[in-house]
């Protein structure tokens, strides 16, 4: 019943902004963390930011200081906005929750292509 569902990917142009939401519907009890993954053609899925439950953060490498995860706890979503876009962060992105209760949910992705 838990369903994750993400959306604002697209094209961009490099030097440009996207702000990926991701709703989730339906009850999912004892959320630790929060997070976006993302995963290129031929490349393995890799995590681009996560919060915690205490509102910690944490970044690849590659996406400090251009990409913010933010949270909203009433409306149980979670959001990256991505800025200073570049041509190597076009991948697919995906929501992931983790919960004490029910394990781990994914949302379906979103496409973010960033042309040069």
């Known amino acids: 019943q838990v369903q994750l569902v993400e959306s604002g990917g697209g094209l961009v142009q490099a030097g440009g902004s996207l702000r990926l939401s991701c709703s989730v519907s339906?009850?999912?009890?004892?959320?630790?963390?929060m997070g976006w993954y993302r995963q290129a053609p031929g490349k393995q899925r890799e995590l681009v930011a996560g919060s915690t439950s205490g509102g910690r953060t944490n970044y690849a490498d590659s996406v400090k200081g251009r990409f913010t995860i933010s949270r909203d706890i009433r409306k149980n979503a979670v959001y990256l906005q991505m800025n200073s876009l570049k041509p190597e962060d076009t991948a697919v992105y995906y929501c992931?929750?983790?919960?004490?209760?029910?394990?781990?949910?994914w949302g379906q992705g979103t496409q973010v292509t960033v042309s040069s």
């Open positions: 339906g009850r999912i009890v004892g959320i630790n963390a």
């Open positions: 992931n929750t983790e919960a004490s209760v029910g394990g781990t949910y």
